[in-house]
C-alpha cells in the first residue's frame, strides 16, 4: 500500500513507522526542515520537506498513484484542504485529524470517511479512569468485517423515524447523537437535520446504506 502521511505530527511520525514496519511505501511530507531533515536520516521513507496543503507538492509525491492520504498536521484546517485535494485526486482512503470539534464537525459534514479526534478520544478514555470504570475501545469489539458508520442527517432523511430507515440485512441503527445528548433507537426518534445517525452494518453495505440515506455518494466511518 502506497500511503501519503502529511504533517510530522508525534502521530504523524508513530504512523509512519509502524505502516514502514509493515513494509507499506510511505511518504512523509512536513513543513520544518530541521524535523524534514531528521527524519529522513532516521526513517526507511520518503520525506519531502514542503508545506503539504500545496497541490504542486501533492502532485510530487504522486498523490495520483496514492491508495490513501493522512492529513495529521497540528492545523484543522489544513488537514481537510489536504482531504479536499485528495478527495479530488480520487484517493481511495482519506483520513483527517482534528483537534477542535468544531472542525471535526465541518469535516463530517463534507463527508470525509475517517475523521478523528484524539483530544476527545483521550479525554473520554481519561474521564472514565477516573471514575473507575474500564473503557472497552471499539476497535476491540469490532471483528471482521463488522462496521460502524456515522451519517450526518440532512434533508433526504430529515423528520423520519429511525425505525422507518431502508437498512440492508445485517444493519441496525444503534442510536442517535443530537446536540450533547445520545437517543438510543429502542425509543424510536424523529431525525432532525445535523444529528449524527450511528449504525452497524458489515463493510459490503456501507455505500450501499449512504446511497439511501446520504445527500452525497459518501459516509463517515469510525
Given amino acids: ?39 529522513a536520516e532516521t526513517l526507511d521513507c520518503t520525506v519531502i ?29 489544513d488537514n481537510i484542504i489536504i482531504g479536499l485535494i485528495a478527495r479530488k485526486s480520487s484517493v481511495p482512503e482519506i483520513v483527517l485529524r482534528t483537534d477542535d470539534e468544531q472542525f471535526l464537525a465541518v469535516a463530517k459534514k463534507l463527508g470525509f470517511h475517517h475523521v ?20 472497552t475501545e471499539l476497535s476491540t469489539l469490532l471483528r471482521g468485517d463488522v462496521r460502524f458508520i456515522s451519517i450526518i442527517v440532512e434533508k433526504r432523511i430529515k423528520g423520519i423515524h429511525t425505525s422507518d430507515l431502508k437498512l440492508p440485512d445485517a444493519s441496525a441503527v444503534v442510536g442517535v447523537y443530537r446536540d450533547d445528548r445520545f437517543l438510543l433507537s429502542e425509543d424510536n426518534p424523529v431525525l432532525k437535520e445535523d444529528d449524527e445517525l450511528i449504525i452497524v452494518t458489515r463493510s459490503a453495505f456501507v455505500k450501499e ?12 466511518i469510525i
Fill in 1 to 39: 500500500m502506497r500511503v501519503i502521511i502529511v504533517g510530522a505530527s508525534p502521530l504523524g511520525q508513530h504512523l509512519a513507522q509502524r505502516l514502514i514496519r509493515e513494509r507499506n511505501e510511505v511518504v512523509l511530507i512536513d513543513r520544518n526542515p530541521g524535523r524534514a531533515r531528521e527524519l
Fill in 209 to 220: 446504506i449512504c446511497s439511501r440515506l446520504c445527500e452525497t455518494a459518501e459516509n463517515i
Fill in 49 to 77: 520537506n514542503a508545506e503539504g496543503t500545496r497541490p504542486d507538492v501533492l502532485d510530487k509525491a504522486e498523490i495520483d498513484d496514492a491508495d490513501a492520504v493522512v492529513a495529521c498536521t497540528d492545523h484543522d484546517q
Fill in 116 to 135: 478523528i479526534n484524539p483530544p476527545q478520544i483521550g479525554s473520554v478514555i481519561i474521564a472514565d479512569a477516573l471514575r473507575g470504570v474500564d473503557t
